[in-house]
């Protein structure tokens, strides 16, 4: 096998992955949300070890993420390898759309509809796309796929987001969908998280967590 099949095989199967995914199911109570943490910190973190070779300087993990979009698209294009990723794209924000409305919107009780399910779908299509691009130029970019452990949380049907400042530390941000009271909400898992602490409406994005023991706070930036 020459390169450049090794190449379209790789990408075909990057391209499949992501195609296969159903996304933000199942809904979990909260202990089945807490008995999955160990595999999406494990997820979480391998994620942050892959992205830390390509921080900058005073720059962020979050900054090197977005980086790494633009460079593995230059470094497929150079390489003469096709465009899949905009498929990829399309692909993703379309089923991610349909099922947040599907399974959480007015057919549900968690009502992300609109605006919300439009950023759900826009989060998923970025990584979709992201992943697929790295994977087309992985050969280039000589070192794993950082947005794979992304797509293996989105697998176990969560809501990735992104990096977020709490205590003058970045940590990425995870969200759970799960059942509570009878109603779907988003447990919000924050990086070195042991079990879910808070919890927040679809529509609030991280904003308006509330506590699910006692009176704690947290601010997310």
């Known amino acids: ?31 089945e949300a807490n008995s999955i943490l160990p595999k999406v910190s494990q997820l979480v973190d391998s994620h942050v070890s892959l992205l830390g070779p390509w921080m900058q300087e005073g720059s962020s993990l979050q900054n090197a993420s977005d980086s790494l979009w633009d460079l593995a698209r230059i470094a497929a294009v150079k390489a003469g390898i096709a465009n899949t990723w905009d498929s990829a794209w399309d692909h993703a924000w379309r089923e991610a759309s349909r099922l947040a409305r599907n399974n959480y919107g007015w057919y549900g009780t968690g009502f992300p509809s609109g605006e ?3 950023d759900a779908a826009r989060d998923a299509a970025k ?7 790295y994977e087309s130029a992985r050969d280039a970019m000589k070192s794993p796929n950082p947005f794979s452990p992304i797509v293996d949380l989105y697998l176990l049907g969560l809501k990735p987001t992104y990096f977020r400042r709490m205590a003058d530390q970045e940590r990425f941000v995870v969200d759970i969908p799960i059942k509570m009271g009878g109603k779907d909400v988003l ?21 308006n967590l509330a506590p699910l023991r006692g009176d704690g706070s947290r601010t997310l930036a």
């Open 187 to 207: 447990g919000c898992y924050v990086q070195g998280d042991v079990e879910i602490l808070f919890a927040h409406q679809w529509k609030d994005y991280c904003s």
């Open 116 to 118: 919300t399910a439009r």
């Open 127 to 133: 990584y979709a796309a992201r992943y697929v691009a």
């Open 1 to 31: 096998m020459n390169l450049s099949q090794a190449n379209e095989n790789q990408d075909a199967d990057s391209y499949s992955k992501v195609t296969s995914i159903r996304y933000f199911v199942p809904a979990r109570t909260i202990e």
